[in-house]
T-cell receptor, first 116, second 115 residues
Framework: GAVVSQHPSRVICKSGTSVKIECRSLDFQATTMFWYRQFPKKSLMLMATSNEGSKATYEQGVEKDKFLINHASLTLSTLTVTSAHPEDSSFYIC????????????FGQGTRLTVV | AQTVTQSQPEMSVQEAETVTLSCTYDTSENNYYLFWYKQPPSRQMILVIRQEAYKQQNATENRFSVNFQKAAKSFSLKISDSQLGDTAMYFCAFMNPRVSYQLTFGKGTKLSVIP
């Protein structure tokens, strides 16, 4: 089946620094990718839709200047958490719909971000 | 906007027994897809089963089956012959193909399989 690879799986950074998370579709092209945030013992909340070659679409309440999304190619989307603060600590997951009718989503392994 | 409701935050089942997880949703769409995803402690999201709204037949995947009631907007998951490896969070999800195929998730049900 299709594989989505997310990197890094864990990252610890200092407050005020920026962190980049990569999401790659390994064996298929993804014109659209989704970024989710998951708090402990909670559900996945959609942050934004990443569109290849155009600007990302952010959900209400998500700061686009804080969570920069770039979808520069058909296989790579990146999420950069800028000027990170402890409240940004969370689990971030990307997903990409399958090419065949887009009726199945494949998920990356997730990234646990800890801001100290 | 779509909403997905899972009313059971936690459930437990004895190994080899059967358990049913509930999910209801609200939408004005006629064409959509419903999913159950499993999230084990590794936190990797794993697709368990998928149902197309236009299909009346309930989807099955080995020990997993759904009871899809379109009029009632209900989509429950039945796990038969529960195994220890079934212990995980289970999320019900709704996909509207008219909205970039994005998923809307329920809050999840934590299932524990007891040996």
């Amino acid at each position: 089946g299709a594989v989505v690879s997310q990197h890094p799986s864990r990252v610890i950074c200092k407050s005020g620094t920026s962190v980049k998370i990569e999401c790659r579709s390994l064996d298929f092209q993804a014109t659209t990718m989704f970024w989710y945030r998951q708090f402990p013992k909670k559900s996945l909340m959609l942050m934004a839709t990443s569109n290849e070659g155009s600007k990302a679409t952010y959900e209400q309440g998500v700061e686009k200047d804080k969570f920069l999304i770039n979808h520069a190619s058909l296989t790579l989307s990146t999420l950069t958490v800028t000027s990170a603060h402890p409240e940004d600590s969370s689990f971030y997951i990307c997903s990409a719909p399958s090419m065949a009718g887009h009726t199945e989503a494949f998920f990356g392994q997730g990234t646990r971000l800890t801001v100290v | 906007a779509q909403t997905v409701t899972q009313s059971q935050p936690e459930m437990s089942v004895q190994e080899a027994e059967t358990v049913t997880l509930s999910c209801t949703y609200d939408t004005s769409e006629n064409n959509y897809y419903l999913f159950w995803y499993k999230q084990p402690p590794s936190r990797q999201m794993i697709l368990v089963i998928r149902q197309e709204a236009y299909k009346q037949q309930n989807a099955t995947e080995n020990r997993f089956s759904v009871n899809f009631q379109k009029a009632a907007k209900s989509f429950s998951l039945k796990i038969s012959d529960s195994q220890l490896g079934d212990t995980a969070m289970y999320f019900c999800a709704f996909m509207n193909p008219r909205v970039s195929y994005q998923l809307t998730f329920g809050k999840g049900t934590k299932l524990s399989v007891i040996p």
